[in-house]
């Protein structure tokens, strides 16, 4: 893959003024609804995925849709990153990526710490990617300009954001109680987001739930779109991408991967 917008590479050294201004450059040039190259109907994924063994020889198995998972870990202050394709239900290529750390942990500034080694990683795989999903935000965020944003848009691919925790917005409805499996709660602009007041900028999405939640229960997903897709297409691709995990397989088949290559 090549970088389309050097100028949105994350740089670390900014001010944290600068890193702002720079997040909402960024959601202004990102497209938050679809532009018709996504049909969530052709991500399905039926049954979990397994991570090869060794080396992937690189070989796309059709025309259908390259999704490509990215997570991130940290390993002796670096920042490693693994990049997964998946076509047809199989792995078709796959990179890591590593940066330095150079920034603490600070909410609303993920990229700036961990997209070096994203775009790293992203940079290694030579199969073209119809869609990122990307372990953290993409417009849930304070600027509309999650990671998922960031990296999309400097990649300028259609992308998604798939986070554990809510950083910011209000859900449509209370998430106090376990929700079944397969619900979808509008995520709402507030005042801490930079958009219209009930914006619907993502989702939660019980992507699976136990039998019995009132004994043991999986908290929701928060899904929203990064650039190329809207918030309706985004949950309605995790929800394809999913086979009985919380997790969208290209990013658990990622989380996977990052455990292994972080040492």
């Given at each position: 893959m090549e970088v389309v917008r050097p100028e949105y590479?994350?740089?670390?050294?900014?001010d944290r003024a600068a890193m702002e201004a720079l997040q909402r450059a960024i959601a202004d040039d990102a497209r938050f609804e679809d532009?018709?190259?996504i049909d969530p109907a052709e991500l399905t994924i039926d049954e979990p995925l397994e991570l090869p063994d060794g080396t992937?020889?690189?070989?796309?198995?059709?025309?259908?849709?390259?999704?490509?998972?990215?997570d991130q870990a940290f390993a002796e202050e670096r920042a490693v990153s693994a990049a997964i394709a998946i076509?047809?239900?199989?792995?078709?290529d796959w990179s890591v990526g590593r940066e330095p750390?150079?920034?603490?942990?600070?909410?609303g500034l993920l990229a700036f710490r961990e997209a070096g080694a994203i775009v790293d990683a992203l940079e290694g795989l030579s199969v073209e990617p119809t869609l990122l999903v990307l372990d953290g935000s993409g417009r849930l965020h304070f600027r509309q300009a999650g990671i998922a944003t960031h990296v999309g848009v400097v990649f300028d691919v259609p992308a998604i954001g798939v986070a554990k925790s809510l950083l910011c917005g209000r859900p449509a409805r209370s998430l106090a109680e376990p929700l079944p499996a397969g619900t979808r709660v509008p995520i709402l602009a507030d005042d801490s987001v930079d958009a219209d007041l009930d914006t619907?900028?993502?989702h939660?999405?019980?992507s699976r739930q136990f039998s019995y939640p009132e004994r043991r229960h999986v908290n929701p997903l928060f899904v929203s779109p990064g650039h190329r897709i809207s918030a309706e297409t985004t949950v309605e691709a995790v929800g394809a991408l999913s086979a009985g995990y919380k997790l969208p397989e290209p990013t658990r088949l990622a989380d996977r991967a990052v455990d292994v290559c972080k040492d």
């Open positions: 590479l994350p740089d670390p050294a900014l532009d018709g190259r992937v020889s690189v070989s796309p198995a059709t025309t259908a849709p390259i999704v490509v998972g990215i076509q047809d239900g199989r792995v078709v750390l150079q920034l603490p942990y600070i909410p619907v900028i993502g939660a999405y019980q």
